[in-house]
């Protein structure tokens, strides 16, 4: 890529707040870049939704970060690194960052992990592609993927559950009966919960992704001469409906200055 890309925006999306979390890491190790965040409120929730739907949804945000020439977009977001990352990721100029295929390589390479459980969303279970992913780097890992539907709906507020310790324990104990070394929370939503979480297993258990991710991204943008060489630091917040909620919503994650821009999809 051109070096003269460097002071460009880098690009965030998930489908709502959840993707704040590796904005938020991002913007402890890189403080000096300028970012645009989409949330895609309209579209949300990802899980439920089926490959070929998550590849357009992808498509028409990729469309946006285009305009706004981005160089680097980060697929804060499991679910659309499963299912639209590889039909998508050479369609564009930008660099394309995508979760999981970055976290399982930084684990298994870090790790002597042979158990692994993932928690994530019915489409990111489905994809299988957390065990594709861990498996490439090392073969004798085992992987048990446990799909938690109710956990994103109550993270963005859009139930609220009468029986919250059920709606935890429920997937939870499916995946401690595996005997996992680590749980990786396979959702940006999901470190929202981690507190809770931690109430009926040790918090050293969990594995919330953000923070490896965030690392390699700094890593790989200044080998590619692509970090900002100045200070700059400048965030914008887009949502594809209902910007206000969305601003409400994420205060659970980070306070956030700006007002975001309604983009329509
Ligand atoms: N936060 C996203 C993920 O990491 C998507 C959640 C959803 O909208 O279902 O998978």
Known sequence: MDIKNNNKAIGVMDSGVGGLTVLKQLLKICPNEDYL??????????????????????????????????????????????????????????????????????????????????????????SKKYTQEFNKNNPKIKVFEQACPLWVPIV????????????????????????????ILGCTHYPYLLDKLSKYAPKELFINPAQIFANYIKEDLDKNNLLNPQISGHIQYFASSEPESFKQNAKIFMEIDAEPHLVKL
């Open 156 to 183: 963005e507020k859009q139930i609220t559950c009468s029986d919250e310790k059920e709606a935890i324990t429920g997937y939870l104990n499916k995946v401690l009966e595996f005997n996992p070394q680590k749980i």
């Open 37 to 126: 965040y989409f949330g895609d409120t309209k579209n949300l929730p990802y899980g439920e939704k089926s490959k070929e739907e998550l590849i357009e949804i992808v498509k028409e945000i990729f469309d946006f970060f285009e305009t706004q020439s981005v160089k680097a977009v980060v697929l804060a977001c499991n679910t659309t690194s499963a299912t639209a990352y590889e039909e998508l990721k050479d369609k564009y100029s930008f660099k394309i960052y995508p979760l999981i295929q970055t976290v399982a390589k930084c684990v298994s390479k870090d790790n002597d992990f042979t158990r692994i459980g993932v928690m994530a969303t019915q489409a990111t279970v489905n």
